[in-house]
């Protein structure tokens, strides 16, 4: 059985609304959870494939193998991947981090110790309450959720782009090498399944907009068109790009 990592959050839609419309041929089991506990369900091989974090593959390349053409991307603003604050970020001292993603975590850093090149403390967000009274990293639903709260948003996405010339590459979907290497038929099945999911979703998408339990369908639109599911050669590049920056953040 092929135990698949499953993400809810709005920007994973294109991947789970037809997945099971599509009727796989082989037994699966989705595992939910949030991105973090994906990365690590898929690295303890509690899991065999998932949505995981850039940085995760990244840090564990020699044990996953990449799906084709499979990503969760953004070329410029995505909105939804963000510092958030009601300080210039100059004056900023602490930045709490929500539970985000190992990407959306070493993207602040980046931003603010090499492309600024500022120190500051980092603390991790235990609670959403006063939120608008700190300076947050917030990604996925909560971001789009608390976005109305705050003066400045530091959208990192377009901070990458304009600092690298690269689309960032926020997430891929990956599966478990030794699974792999035994079951390559039904990788292939869950990478087309997947493809096809994709497809279908952005090719009718005010459909699949008016079933999401979201008040604000033309952000959504705005949203959705902000973002790219594909994984090209420039994709890739720009994960050369973020794994050498990282390397930097650890010789800072």
Known sequence: MLKIGWIDYINTYPFNFEFTNLKPNFKYLLVKGVPSQINKLLRENKIDAGCISSAEYLENKNKYILLNDLSISANNKVFSVAIFSNIEISDVETIYLSKASKSSRYL???????????????????????????TVLLIGDNAIKFSKKFKYIYDLSKIWKENTGYPFVFAVWAIDRNFYLENKNIVCELENILKLSKKRFFSNLDFYIKKIDFDDKNFLTKYFKSLNYDLSEMHLESLKEFEEYIKRLRGI
């Open 108 to 134: 602040t850093k980046i931003f603010l110790e090499i492309f600024l090149n500022k120190k500051v403390e980092y603390k991790e967000l235990e609670s959403y309450e006063n939120i608008e009274d700190k």
